[in-house]
């Protein structure tokens, strides 16, 4: 059984299809319709929603996409629409100011928007105009009136009303954290499983004993099967509620970033470490995918154009597998065999990402080249860690995405680059060397041609930016 609050009400499923999305559950079982179905691909936001969850003596407020999200991870939390946002017959601060703005034109989105702004005020009473670019950039208006919805998120909370969410927060917090107390929870329809575990120690336990099940975290890739495809999961094992796997830990050599970490969390710690990377992060679909999204999902994936999985290349970054009681740890770069082929082996998981920290005269940058800047699948991924010395390139980690059946390092052009001279010439021989190392496809991203172009005009780009960078340093040393 899962337990939940759908707002105040306590909510008690076990016999329910565990293939069910928190969108058809919503409009189905709990009569709320104000949730829209628009894509069902995690793409428009109409059917955006609202988790909240225990953080300290706080509530967490989560912007996500439901229509992605299996009803299985709902336990323990709070879930909130559009339709429990007014307080009696007052509307709330967020839907107050799109009426006031005019921000709901044809009316479709609007419900999505609302809440988008409802997360981004409970989280940030302040938010800057790139907070709020942030937080809308996961919701399509189809009447492309953004201009009075950026307006309303302006207005919500100016004059810093509480709300009843916040009159009911001790009481909530106390519900939900009893709840999690509850023992392993599961929900099936007679025929397909969906089992929640608790710790590491039950997750590979539970996995160990049904290897054909399928581990869901965030569910924003695996969710398409059933909402796109219109496949059946026989079994799913959901590891969103495994605290140690959400762990986070920084130590003096390395980041250690459990696997079902939310890209969300990854990027406050790795934006630090790495500030490319967390401009990487920052582009990774919209806000509701991070808010879901897990490192570990994205790896584990294994799709040849995932963000992530290149820039963890170029760090020297390792995952580590585990089944059962046994534990390896596998550098990433050796994790990829073929297209949607690796070497984890039937039972085992990823338990946590390794990234070493940042070295002293390194320097990574990673470009991400697609049609939008925001929201958008990359036609081709660079990623580049070099570190030079007295003029010549001491070390090289060159990796790409999009560019072959995996996401794969440049060895010919790293060969090119080390021990050479740091200077053009040497970045057009290795850029001539990338011709070795990938033969890309053609498909409707983006040519093979164009794919070869772009990587190479990024190793020129990296090449421009140290540059502009060395002389930037050296006039601020004169000065």
């Known amino acids: 059984m899962i337990r939940f609050l759908l707002n105040q009400e306590l909510r008690e499923e076990q016999s329910i299809d565990p293939n069910m999305t928190v969108l058809n559950y919503l409009r189905i079982h709990a009569g709320k319709t104000g949730t829209k179905e628009g894509c069902a691909s995690g793409d428009c936001g109409a059917c955006t929603v609202v988790i909240a969850e225990p953080d300290g003596n706080n509530l967490r407020y989560r912007s996500i996409n439901s229509c992605l999200t299996f009803i299985s991870a709902l336990d323990g939390k709070q879930l909130i629409t559009v339709e429990d946002l007014k307080d009696g017959n007052d509307l709330h601060p967020a839907q107050q100011a799109m009426v006031d703005c005019h921000g709901s034109q044809c009316g479709f989105c609007t419900p999505g928007f609302v809440m988008s702004m409802f997360a981004l005020g409970k989280n940030n009473s302040h938010p800057s105009h790139e907070d709020i670019h942030e937080a809308l950039a996961g919701n399509l208006c189809r009447c492309t009136g953004y201009r009075p919805i950026i307006d309303a998120t302006e207005k919500m909370y100016e004059d810093n009303t509480q709300d009843h969410f916040d009159r009911s927060k001790e009481q909530t917090i106390a519900r939900l954290r009893a709840l999690q107390q509850e023992a392993q929870p599961e929900v099936n329809d007679g025929r397909k499983y969906a089992f929640n575990p608790r710790t590491v120690a039950e997750l590979a ?275």
């Open 205 to 479: 336990t539970l996995f160990s004993e049904n290897s054909e099940a399928r581990l869901v975290a965030g569910g924003t890739d695996l969710a398409l099967e059933v909402t796109q495809f219109h496949r059946e999961i026989d079994q799913l094992i959901y590891v969103g509620d495994i605290a140690e796997m959400k762990k986070i830990e920084v130590f003096e050599d390395r980041i250690e970033l459990g696997s079902a970490a939310s890209l969300t969390r990854c990027y406050d710690v790795l934006t630090d470490e790495y500030p490319d990377f967390g401009a990487l992060l920052h582009r990774f679909a919209s806000l509701q995918i991070r808010n879901q999204g897990t490192l570990g999902g994205n790896i584990g994936n294994a799709s040849p154009i995932g963000d992530s999985p290149p820039a963890l290349i170029a760090l020297n970054a390792q995952v580590v597998l585990r089944h059962g009681d046994t534990s390896r740890t596998l550098l990433l770069e050796d994790y990829f065999i073929d297209y949607k082929v690796t070497a984890q082996q039937p039972g085992e998981f990823i338990e946590k990402v390794i990234v070493p920290r940042a070295e002293a005269g390194s320097e990574f940058r990673s470009y991400k080249v697609s049609k939008r800047i925001d929201d958008d699948i990359s036609a081709v991924l660079g990623c580049f860690k070099l570190k030079i010395s007295e003029g010549r390139v001491e070390d090289a980690r060159i990796a790409f995405g999009g560019m072959a059946a995996i996401p794969k390092r440049a060895s010919h052009c790293e060969a090119a680059l080390k021990g050479a001279a740091w200077n053009k010439e040497t970045i057009e021989r290795a850029k001539a060397e990338l011709a070795k190392d990938f033969t890309p496809l053609s498909d409707f991203r983006a040519s093979k041609e164009y794919r070869s172009l772009a990587a190479a005009n990024l190793l020129t780009r990296y090449f421009v930016e140290l540059e502009a960078t060395e002389v930037t340093t050296r006039v601020s040393d004169y000065v």
